[in-house]
């Protein structure tokens, strides 16, 4: 299962993606009339195929027929379809170069989830009962987003009080549950304060406060991050271990000139930095592992070891490193 990052980027293009709206006071016979206001463009300017394609895309993600309405135009061709009942209910984004969708988003209800399928909140609710039995769980919010999923299939996102599941189509894909620090065992905050002084990119961080401390749930894969303003460590909550770290004050504008910097690094003094920085962060010798160099990523591997993964910047310095299996 994958982890669920960075999905509804595309989404937040018009900076409308969670645009709330204002309270309609009017009767239903003048709605029509405030949303003839609103817009400057309806689905009656679109030809019948766009039309088409847009109801259909809000019809699998609602699970029923969702009547449209609003029409602005975007930047790069891409138009913003929305439903009758308002922005704040979601949107379609339809790229007039290609022809097809480009995205698209729905906010529910768990009602209206429910109605669709039940399946989706029971699950839900099962595994979080194993990962935190004497946590009270209440959900309020979903959306269904549909075009960035490399399936083109639909992601679903159930919300609660510090609790969010995603499951891609049907499949449960992460479950992420943030914690207040008190919350959390003192022997993982203390490995998590161990790693930022071991790591190089976040010495110099030690005095900010934890910011977010969440545990994510990813197929087999279970830990637990430590957030801080431009720092993160990730320790795994079965082993205690450390499994990654990454420090934003390292990372790299990627632009055709930093690559070029990035290329002349030497193969031996990547080598020599990742030694020295994966020994300390995760207590492994990389000593007789295979290299592989892929624009800014280096992958140290070993028959029968952990695999590390680094990202280098243009001086060379590791600014993200994780370790599996």
Partial sequence: MKSYKTIVTALTISGMLVTSMPAWTVEAGLSVMAQEQRYKKTIANLDAKTVGLAKNAMKKLAGKDV??????DGVDGL???YPKSGKAKGQVVFNQKTGKIYSAILYLTVKELDAMSP?????????????????????????????????????????????NVTYENDTLASITIQYD??????????AAQQAMKNYSGTRNAMS?????VYR?????NDTLSFQRTTSMIEIDTNTGKVVHVSSLD???TITPETEKKCKKISNKQISMNASVEVKQVFGINIQGYSMKRDRDTVIFHKKGA???TGKINMKGQFWSLSVTA
């Fill in 119 to 163: 399946s989706y909140k029971n699950k839900a609710l099962a595994e979080l009962k194993k990962a935190e039995p004497k946590r009270a769980i209440a959900f309020h919010k979903v959306s269904r987003v549909m075009g960035n999923l490399p399936s083109n299939g639909v992601m679903t996102s159930i919300e609660g009080n510090d609790i």
């Fill in 216 to 220: 994510s749930i990813n197929g087999k």
């Fill in 306 to 308: 952990p695999t590390v």
């Fill in 79 to 81: 138009i913003f379809i």
């Fill in 208 to 212: 900010q406060q934890w910011i977010r």
């Fill in 67 to 72: 009547e449209l309405y609003g029409v602005e």
């Fill in 250 to 252: 390292l990372m790299p």
């Fill in 181 to 190: 620090l008190k919350q959390v065992n003192p022997k993982m905050v203390k």
